[in-house]
Nanobody, 119 residues
C-alpha cells in the first residue's frame, strides 16, 4: 500500500508564493514519475507539472516561468515552488505518483491541498 501526503497549501495574495510538498511512502520504493495536478470548482482536473525519476520536467503552459517542480528521489518527495501566484491558480492541488512493475503502471493520489489566491 502507498500513502501520499501533501502539505503547504493555504491562502496567499496575488503575486505571492507558496511551496507544496508531497511525500510518498509504503510498499513502493521508487516512482518513475511524480507530479502535481489541480482542480478548480466546476473544472476538470489538469496537469500542472510533472517530473520523472531522471528529473525531466513538463509544465502546463500557464505556469511556465512561475512554478518549479523538483524531487528528492531518496525521500520519494516532490515539491512545487509556486511564485507570482494569480487568482486563476486557485484550486485543490493533488499530488500524483506513478510506479512501474514490469509493463504495468500504477498511479497513486493524495487527498489534495487547497491553494487560494485572493486579496
Amino acid at each position: 500500500q502507498v500513502r501520499i501526503v501533501e502539505s503547504g497549501g493555504g491562502l496567499v495574495q496575488p503575486g505571492g508564493s507558496l511551496r507544496l510538498s508531497c511525500a510518498a511512502s509504503g510498499s513502493v520504493s521508487s516512482f518513475v514519475g511524480m507530479g502535481w495536478y489541480r482542480q478548480a470548482p466546476g473544472k476538470q482536473r489538469e496537469l500542472v507539472a510533472e517530473i520523472t525519476s531522471g528529473s525531466s520536467t513538463n509544465y502546463e503552459d500557464s505556469v511556465k516561468g512561475r512554478f518549479t517542480i523538483s524531487r528528492d528521489n531518496a525521500k520519494n518527495t516532490v515539491y512545487l515552488q509556486m511564485n507570482n501566484l494569480k487568482p486563476e491558480d486557485t484550486a485543490v492541488y493533488y499530488c500524483n505518483a506513478v510506479s512501474r512493475r514490469g509493463e504495468v503502471y500504477y498511479s497513486y493520489w493524495g487527498q489534495g491541498t487547497q491553494v487560494t489566491v485572493s486579496s
